[in-house]
């Protein structure tokens, strides 16, 4: 009974733990890129993305980098790279950014393989795109 009851609480442990560790994000991730308002941004496309989250380079605390393809017709394209930084405060790797629109990216760790992200308009925070995604493979 006891051996039992030490087993479950050390299973609810690893979980909570590699969901709780920001660089868990680390690997490759499959899955989609959904628009979720297109009144903001009415260009807006589905997409079928790969992420790919690593260590900066330089190596620092606090820091990622994502390259971001998606597959058209079959092909890989690229969609760009983006330096990432862990907000304590948020729980999220997030990624502000001026393209068409003023932009921020956001990535609390996965659950599991499961990452979801979000897109928001800056200032005032209108969600316009959400990340689904499913790991592809382990970091090495």
Known sequence: ???ALLLSFLLAVSTVS???DPKAIL???KGTSLCVNLEATPGCHDEE???EFRE?????PGKLHLKADKVVNGEVVLMGELDFVWDAKAGAWSCERQMRY???WAYPPPKGDELTGTL???PDRTVVRKVAVRRSNRPN
């Open 120 to 122: 928001v308009l800056l």
């Open 49 to 51: 993305v790969i992420l």
């Open 18 to 20: 590699e969901a709780e």
């Open 56 to 60: 900066a380079t330089p190596p620092g």
């Open 102 to 104: 003023h932009g921020l």
């Open 27 to 29: 690997g490759v991730w």
């Open 1 to 3: 009974m006891r051996s």
